[in-house]
């Protein structure tokens, strides 16, 4: 149990060009989904908590108008990368949390990679 | 500010031997912590969490100590496996784990055959 997935696993895009990841808990309900970004050989940043049915919470220094963040579903949350820059380029995982529960799980990553 | 940090950034242990990698955190208000194992190119996985009102929690191989005076955290790992080569962070979080995680800086362990 507790799988969480995420699509595209692998994205090349043009610069200016705008993108979406999708992050889905397949056997659970999570309220709150985490959007984190990574570095090479760096750790885990925390962009955005994502909560279902209200707005997300940046982190400081996020440009929510550049990562748009979307919870509409207790499965699903999506990251668009808006008007994709080269600076862009890395690996973004989401994580969901269980209701009521106290680990989150971790989506298997998309590679983000801006031409 | 608050952060929570590893002291070896690398390790290298012999196939079947033990291993132990250490975990500082600065946040007396965390009350939750985990180690997440993620290999390459790949998301973390869970491994084992403990809460602040225990010290010491084992799983299958794999054992967290907890010593919340010098604010110290580690992961054994006992007889180890090349599988077991991957990155590994500690992470902190309050309000069980629900809220946001902190992430060490993480450390690569590498398992010699």
């Known amino acids: 149990g507790a799988v969480v997935s995420q699509h595209p696993s692998r994205v090349i895009c043009k610069s200016g060009t705008s993108v979406k990841i999708e992050c889905r808990s397949l056997?659970?309900?999570?309220?709150?989904m985490f959007w984190y970004r990574q570095f090479p050989k760096k750790s885990l940043m925390l962009m955005a908590t994502s909560n279902e049915g209200s707005k997300a919470t940046y982190e400081q220094g996020v440009e929510k108008d550049k990562f748009l963040i979307n919870h509409a579903s207790l499965t699903l949350s999506t990251l668009t990368v808006t008007s994709a820059h080269p600076e862009d380029s890395s690996f973004y995982i989401c994580?969901?949390?269980?209701?009521?529960?106290?680990?989150?799980?971790f989506g298997p990553g998309t590679r983000l990679t801006v031409l | 500010g608050e952060s929570v940090g590893l002291h070896l950034p690398t390790l290298s242990v012999q196939e079947g031997d033990n291993s132990i990698i250490n975990c500082a955190y600065s946040n007396s208000a965390s009350d939750y912590f985990i180690w997440y194992k993620q290999e390459s190119g790949k998301g973390p996985q869970f491994i084992i969490d403990?809460?602040?009102?225990?010290d010491k929690r084992q799983g299958q191989r794999v054992t967290v100590l907890l010593n919340k005076t010098v604010k110290h955290l580690s992961l054994q790992i006992a007889a180890t496996q090349p599988g077991d080569s991957a990155v590994y962070f500690c992470a902190e979080a309050s309000n069980f784990g629900n809220e946001k995680l902190t992430f060490g800086t993480g450390t690569r362990l590498t398992i010699i055959p």
């Open positions: 056997d659970f309900q999570a309220t709150t």
């Open positions: 403990i809460r602040s009102n225990m």
């Open positions: 994580s969901a949390g269980q209701v009521r529960a106290d680990t989150q799980y």
